[in-house]
């Protein structure tokens, strides 16, 4: 069965530091893998995907994501965060029509 | 571009009324269309998906049912509103195929008292 897994469900970071937000998926096949943001009261807006090729995949605002697939993981960072990077970010997976999405880790960046 | 718009952007609805919550995707033809549930806390909750109009597809129904009408269009409503329904509703929509990317509207914001 297809799933994703975002052990963490809020995060908190200084202004500065660097960042990383776990996701562990599961599925049989080529997984097709996604980041999403939100911010409070909006839609969620894509940070970068991943199909095949290089598993570090570059997305907007200087995020990366690195898929690893002995690990199943597909783990976003970011090497410096900013206090606008805080807001709730979605770890996706898409065999298909059926779109799995983690719980969402929060994210809180200190001045 | 593409576009996709939802209406209304916010509602206070009394437990027992119906609902009726809209999408509209334009610059995209025969797109893919998702309704998702999100709670107060954040997870995301797929309800429905369409691929083409008329044909809907019911991933959790939480006592909701939608159609599409037409191609740019994806409806979400319920005869009778519960307490539970409260929450945040999103649509999206996506192309052909499962590494396509999903793109969200802004949502609707429902308040059910």
């Known amino acids: 069965a297809q799933s994703v897994t975002q052990p963490d469900a809020r995060v908190t970071v200084s202004e500065g530091a660097s960042l990383q937000l776990r996701c562990k998926y599961s599925?049989?096949?080529?997984?097709?893998l996604f980041w999403y943001v939100q911010y409070p009261r909006q839609g969620l807006q894509l940070l970068l995907k991943?199909?095949?090729?290089?598993?570090v995949v570059q997305g907007v605002n200087s995020f990366e994501a690195e898929f690893s697939k002995s690990n199943s993981s597909f783990h976003l960072q970011k090497a410096s965060v900013h206090w606008s990077d805080s807001a709730v970010y979605f770890c996706a997976l898409s065999p298909n029509n059926r779109i799995f999405f983690g719980d969402g880790t929060q994210l809180v960046v200190k001045p | 571009a593409q576009t996709i718009h939802q209406w209304p952007v916010a509602e206070i609805k009394a437990v027992g009324s119906p609902l009726s919550l809209g999408c509209t995707i334009k610059?995209?033809?025969?797109?893919?269309l998702y309704w998702y549930w999100q709670a107060t806390g954040g997870t995301l909750q797929q309800l429905f998906y369409?691929?083409?109009?008329?044909?809907v597809e019911s991933v959790v129904q939480l006592n909701l049912s939608a159609s599409r009408p037409k191609d740019d269009q994806f409806i979400l409503s319920t005869e009778k509103l519960l307490l539970s329904h409260s929450g945040f509703y999103l649509c999206a929509w996506r192309g052909l195929g499962g590494r396509d990317t999903q793109y969200f509207g802004p949502g609707t914001r429902l308040l059910v008292l």
């Open positions: 369409s691929i083409t109009v008329g044909q």
């Open positions: 991943y199909y095949s090729g290089d598993p």
């Open positions: 610059g995209k033809s025969s797109p893919n």
């Open positions: 599925y049989s096949a080529t997984p097709y």
